[in-house]
């Protein structure tokens, strides 16, 4: 195999080395993920649910039509508190992808990673906030135009987190350089990208506690691939 060729099976067993390698690190942070998204996933129905409640008690003794309950409950206050939540909850999550993004590059260079990694990348949530809202609307419109152009553009832009862990770049030039890196090599990425897929499809089919190893697995396999194409540009 040429140097810097990409290799699938080579970058599952990277990634399998370093979880075996960095089990604590990689488990404990695995876990912290699951935990937030856990809570980011049931916290805004919660509330929600818990204001539609009240409004329905709240207009119970004056008979006010149900029709009418539901737009107070679709009040602009409503609303804007879900909203905000929505965007909290999304910016703990991109501080805490970049930052398990940062772990995986450092342990390609280094082999050595620390958890207080894990917060390292803080300052570019914002960031990643805006370039996965691009990402999933570029991704979705691509979808819609006969599916293959969604999948193309998913891969052409997949690793716009590296870059914006790696090189600390803005929204729209992490998606430039993910265009870039991947330029030429969709082909190759393409299988690589649908092991992994089916790789935590298995998992998530299992049990979701089953991507505590799978995902990290498609983390760290993932900086492999984005350092091979780094080397490659």
């Not at 329905?56 to 107070?72: I, M, Q, R």
């Not at 987190?161 to 969709?186: F, H, N, Q």
């Not at 190759?188 to 049990?207: Q, S």
Request: hydrophobic fraction near 55%.
């Amino acid at each position: 195999m040429k140097k810097n060729e990409l290799s699938i099976k080579e970058a599952l067993q990277f990634a399998l080395n370093q979880i075996i390698e960095h089990c604590g690190l990689i488990i404990i942070i695995a876990l912290i993920g699951v935990v937030a998204n856990i809570i980011r996933f049931g916290a805004l129905p919660f509330i929600l649910g818990i204001s539609f409640f009240i409004s329905l008690f709240t207009y119970h003794t004056s008979y006010t039509p149900l029709s009418h309950v539901g737009w107070n409950f679709l009040t602009l206050k409503v609303l804007l508190a879900a909203l905000l939540i929505f965007f909290i909850f999304k910016l703990i999550d991109s501080a805490y992808t970049l930052g398990f993004t940062k772990i995986s590059l450092v342990l390609y260079d280094t082999h050595k990673a620390h958890y207080s990694l894990i917060f390292s990348c803080i300052h570019l949530a914002v960031y990643h906030f805006i370039a996965s809202l691009l990402y999933i609307i570029i991704v979705s419109f691509g979808l819609l135009l006969f599916v293959v152009p969604g999948i193309i553009w998913a891969i052409q832009f997949w690793f716009y987190p590296y870059c914006i862990a790696d090189k600390e770049v803005g929204p729209l030039e992490a998606l430039k350089m993910s265009s870039r890196l991947t330029y030429g090599k969709k082909r190759e990425l393409c299988m690589f990208f649908a092991v992994i897929t089916l790789i935590n499809l298995a998992a998530g089919a299992c049990l979701v506690f089953g991507l505590i190893i799978t995902y990290p697995l498609s983390v760290l396999a993932s900086a492999y691939v984005f350092r091979k194409l780094q080397a490659t540009e």
